[in-house]
């Protein structure tokens, strides 16, 4: 039977994407040249670029902090964080393993005695900026070729995730149009924060191309990366696409769609902004399903039309990196824990803030907990049929709830036990069924024994902002 994957696999895909990190390439200089290793100078930067993205926040990755000296010496001297960053198996990040001089700095680190500052000081990590070649790329003119990509990809696609050589059942991204030329889909991770796609009709330097806009936020890290289409061509009866880093080209990061009839190959590849040669870190693989949902936005928006939604004909703003490095990618990135999500757009410099999407939504959802699901992790669904039935519980089959009705689950955040209210945002509006699960045992499926509220139908208006309150978190199954 196909499940929805476990928490871990769809944050480990969020944190896949979200990688901040544009990590050196000098062995010799980052192995320190037999200079002192501290944890300000050399180990922190390589943690803040490599693991905090997954490892912080109020629900870290498997409940392992690395966001102060105290937590990764902790980790270091029990010798799980050695072990973790040294294992091909399971490597941390799961991406793969960080370079091998990286890691030999937190041996020498561990062999001399976890200093903390250091005696030299030092602003930037000790390792020389990287150089990166002008990337020559050329992008599509969709007045000759490669416009029916918008027509092609809006659906809601269910499918499932190869996500950095581990396969996952089920995944599902719904994509609908915002504008007349301009689509988006968007991925909601829960408490550690949620990943998106735009695909949009762009001037870029005086061609009309389609670009695509990824990103999201992480733990408080909030990026976002552009991208611009450069191939696009007829193949084996469907066509194919793909789209490469608007600064640095292919050697940065790119992606890749191919299209079959119903059936779509959506592939993405990164070089971690430099640091690695590239790799294919995702290939989703899906059906497209509930085609109601695109077409209704299509009809009310006119969608697809050859337009300009946005101007870049002066090209994208240079990003500001700070002083460790030049910027390889057009990726746009900020970090605040007192800031609002508009407020770390501006910090970032974003050429597209989420003040400027159009049509889209927001949903507060607020839980008033008991003592039996107190501390309990939950389950926030918006699907198309209601999950429950006449009885208020959940309609299981085999210990879970029935497949048809998860392959019309179209936002699914997962918040921590100390949370009490999410709000979902990036949202197409329309009528949902939202229900809410208490994850028990928690293995971040709705199954027997978890307690759930009643599925309510809710109606999110183009712009809207409904906020709703759930005080019936109390049947069992």
Not at 139 to 147: A, K, L, S
Not at 332 to 343: G, R, S
């Amino acid at each position: 039977m196909k499940t929805i994957p476990n928490r871990g696999h769809l944050l480990g895909f969020v944190c896949a994407v979200l990688v901040l990190g544009c990590g050196p390439r000098d062995e010799e200089d980052a192995a320190g040249g037999g200079e002192e290793v501290s944890y300000v100078n050399d180990i922190q930067p390589i943690i803040e670029n490599f693991c905090t993205t997954c490892h912080a926040g109020e629900d870290p990755e498997g409940d392992f902090v690395l966001t102060s000296y105290a937590d990764v010496r902790k980790y270091a001297e029990e010798g799980k964080l050695l072990q973790r960053i040294n294992d091909a198996k399971k490597p941390m990040p799961e991406s793969g393993l960080m370079p091998r001089h990286l890691r030999r700095l937190f041996k020498r680190w561990a062999d001399t005695g976890y200093l903390n500052e250091g005696t030299i000081a030092r602003k930037a990590i000790p390792i020389k900026p990287m150089k990166y070649p002008k990337a020559r790329i050329h992008p599509i003119d969709i007045n000759e070729r490669g416009f029916d990509l918008l027509s092609r990809l809006q659906g809601h696609w269910a499918g499932s995730m190869n996500l950095m050589g581990l396969q996952h059942d089920w995944m599902a991204f719904d994509y609908r149009a915002i504008a007349p030329s301009h689509m988006h889909g968007i991925f909601e991770g829960g408490t550690m924060g949620n990943l998106f796609t735009s695909f949009f009709v762009a001037n870029y330097k005086g061609r009309r191309t389609i670009m695509a806009r990824n990103g999201g936020i992480l733990n408080n890290i909030y990026r976002t990366s552009y991208f611009v289409l450069d191939q696009a061509r007829e193949q084996n009866g469907g066509a194919y696409y793909r789209l490469v880093d608007v600064h640095g080209g292919k050697a940065i990061m790119w992606m890749e769609l191919t299209f079959r009839g119903d059936r779509m190959e959506f592939n993405a590849f990164t070089s971690r902004f430099g640091s690695q040669k590239q790799k294919r870190h995702m290939a989703f693989k899906a059906k497209q399903t509930n085609p109601e949902l695109s077409a209704t936005a299509a009809r009310a928006l006119g969608f697809p039309r050859n337009e300009v939604a946005f101007d870049f004909s002066k090209g994208l703003p240079e990003p500001d990196w700070g002083k460790d490095g030049p910027a390889s990618s057009a990726s746009y990135m900020a970090t605040d824990k007192t800031k609002t999500l508009l407020e770390l757009a501006h910090m970032a410099g974003d050429p597209i803030r989420i003040d400027q999407m159009p049509h889209l939504s927001q949903l507060s959802v607020s839980i008033k907990r008991n003592a039996r699901t107190a501390g309990k992790k939950l389950l926030i669904y918006l699907t198309l049929k209601p999950l429950t039935l006449a009885n208020k519980k959940l309609a299981i089959q085999d210990g879970f709830v029935r497949l048809d009705l998860m392959n019309g689950l179209l936002s699914f955040p997962e918040i921590a036990g100390k949370q009490d209210s999410f709000t979902f945002t990036y949202l197409h509006p329309g009528e949902y069924f939202l229900t809410v699960i208490a994850d028990m045992n928690g293995d971040s499926l709705p199954s027997t024994g978890d307690f759930n509220s009643p599925s309510l139908k809710i109606l999110v208006p183009p712009l809207g902002h409904p906020k709703v309150t759930v005080d019936n978190l109390t049947m069992q199954n």
